[in-house]
Nanobody, 124 residues
Framework: QVQLVESGGGLVQAGGSLRLSCAASGRTFSNYFMGWFRQAPGKEREFVAA????????YYADSVKGRFTISTDNAKNTVYLQMNSLKPEDTAVYYC?????????????????WGQGTQVTVSS
């Protein structure tokens, strides 16, 4: 059973930084891709970034490109999302997700496994 545990959310002022972590367990993830999504109140869950373990490729939504960066610790099966230059509109619950395969998805429907989410609040 795949388990994903996020951590690292919190309250930060606009312009600040946070690093989210997603610790994955229960599988060998070399043939999985990982995604970060976020959901603000009253809005749909939206794609933020993705990483493919097989190729080491990263992908970002236009809204976060240049500000957010995915990195990994392969030994710990952990994926990080470094968020810099945060804006109030980045406020949301952030989720990590995993799916077996090598072609990543930008749709939440493309993922079978989800973490519990971590709140990120950016004050103006």
């Amino acid at each position: 059973q795949v388990q994903l545990v996020e951590s690292g959310g919190g309250l930060v002022q606009a312009g600040g930084s946070l690093r989210l972590s997603c610790a994955a367990s229960g599988r060998t993830f070399s043939n999985y891709f990982m995604g970060w999504f976020r959901q603000a109140p009253g809005k749909e869950r939206e794609f933020v970034a993705a990483f493919t373990w097989s190729h080491g490729n990263t992908y970002y939504a236009d809204s976060v490109k240049g500000r957010f960066t995915i990195s990994t610790d392969n030994a710990k099966n952990t994926v990080y999302l470094q968020m810099n230059s945060l804006k109030p509109e980045d406020t949301a619950v952030y989720y990590c997700a995993a799916q077996r395969g090598s072609s990543y998805s930008r749709s939440p429907r493309g993922y079978d496994y989800w973490g519990q989410g971590t709140q990120v609040t950016v004050s103006s």
